[in-house]
């Protein structure tokens, strides 16, 4: 079956900090990958996704690539924010599978 | 206009009560979702609905009973609450199944005492 496994937190950075969160997969099919941030409080927000290898999602400065060779899909910020304290979780899915597998969640807190 | 509205947002109540929790999206939506997220933000996939037939059901207690009335709403009733209940619970609803995000309501945060 499919899953995701990704980088266990919390992390904890100061403001201007590179972040790198990794995740991998296991999948038997060709997967759409997907990132899902979650503010405290709230529930999850989509990201940014790829659908297909070498497609590079990106949103609000995270760039994330979708690697087959490596089955890995890592999420990346040059500089981050306080305002990127979040939880952090890698997600797949595929055409025969009727649910988005999520890994465990990283949680990341950015001190001013 | 939310997308995936769920209510009530909070929800305590005691031991052996029989709660449901309900769950909207206005985007159109053939398959919804029911997740149940624990202390440690771990995410479960409880039950997946495809045009109002059940296709997922993964390994929950029969106490838990979804209900879709219709494609635009998945309900969860829960009978003979146990401690062990208390988690988040969020309904997600996407376009397709596979292949493209789901949206996520705000969540209920279900504690039992």
């Known amino acids: 079956g499919n899953s995701v496994t990704q980088m266990e937190g919390p992390v904890t950075l100061s403001e201007e900090a590179f972040l790198t969160i990794n995740c991998t997969y296991t999948a038997t099919g060709y997967p759409s990958l997907f990132w899902y941030v979650q503010y405290p409080g709230e529930g999850l927000q989509l990201l940014l996704k790829a659908t297909k290898a070498d497609d590079k999602g990106s949103n609000k400065g995270f760039e994330a690539t979708y690697r087959k060779e490596t089955t890995s899909f890592h999420l990346e910020k040059g500089s981050v924010q306080v305002s990127d304290s979040a939880v952090y979780f890698c997600a797949l899915s595929d055409q025969d599978d009727y649910k988005l597998s999520f890994g465990a969640g990283t949680t990341v807190t950015v001190r001013a | 206009d939310t997308a995936v509205s769920q209510t009530p947002k909070y929800l305590v109540t005691q031991m052996g009560n029989d709660k449901s929790i309900k769950c909207e999206q206005n985007?159109?939506?053939?398959?919804m979702y029911w997740y149940k997220q624990d202390s440690k933000k771990f995410l479960k996939i409880m039950f997946s609905y495809n045009n109002k037939e059940l296709i997922i059901n993964e390994t929950v207690p029969n106490r838990f009973s979804p209900k879709s009335p219709d494609k635009a709403h998945l309900n969860l009733h829960i009978n003979s609450l146990e401690l062990g209940d208390s988690a988040v619970y969020f309904c997600?609803?996407?376009?397709?199944?596979?292949?493209?995000?789901?949206?996520f309501g705000q969540g209920t945060r279900l504690t039992v005492v």
């Open positions: 985007l159109g939506h053939d398959t």
């Open positions: 997600a609803s996407s376009q397709l199944v596979g292949q493209t995000e789901a949206f």
